[in-house]
């Protein structure tokens, strides 16, 4: 089948209010305008330089999609990450949140963020530990910051070939979700938790993902 197709039937198949970004990682901007054709609004870049590339190869048909940062994001790269992304999924730590803000708010831009979960705490993988007291404690903490609007939750989650096996991980991230919103923080509104890759995607929308971020499913197997 063709990415169009593909992206169709799944779009079709995925439920309505759950969205579902495309992760581009080794992708051409030939497949990545094919699915833009066929629907796609949100597109995810984990390494600012893959980005500019295709944003440039996109030229004018860029303005038409979001943009999301999923990769670490390094301090040295906040600067020109500003210049073309919407959204930086990956943020863990208030120092960090500090630095973009810093820089934000220097060249009057405004953007939204999300707290990067390492719910299994696996030593490979970025982000903050699923402890409420530290998440809520950023999420607080991040609210204050001018130009960051705090409004999701992501997580990558431990890859087992059983999705089933995730399960109780994309559990555990929707219920720190729900108490961070619970708490009403004044200025925060939570609405997007970001769960779910093309193996897992089914069971993350039936643990209540919002967000699915799909590659392989769509474009097919990866080049290396
Ligand atoms: C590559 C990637 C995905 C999508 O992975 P697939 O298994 O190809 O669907 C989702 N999220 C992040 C952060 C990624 O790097």
Redesign the pocket.
Known sequence: MSIQSTYREIRKAVPADVDI?L?C?TRTPDEVLAAIDAGARDL?H?YVQEAESMAAALGERSGAVRWHM??PLQKNKINKALRLFDVI?TVHSFKQAQEIQKRAEAIGKHLKVYIEVNIAEESAKSGVPPEQEILEKLAREISGLRNLRLEGL?T?GPFYEDPEAIRPYFRKTRQIFDHIRSLKVPGLDLTVLSMG???S?RVAIEEGSTMI???????GP?RA
């Open positions: 970004l992760a990682k995810g984990n999923i990769g999924q992501m990558m890759m093309s193996d995607y971020r799909l590659g392989t499913i769509v474009f990866r």
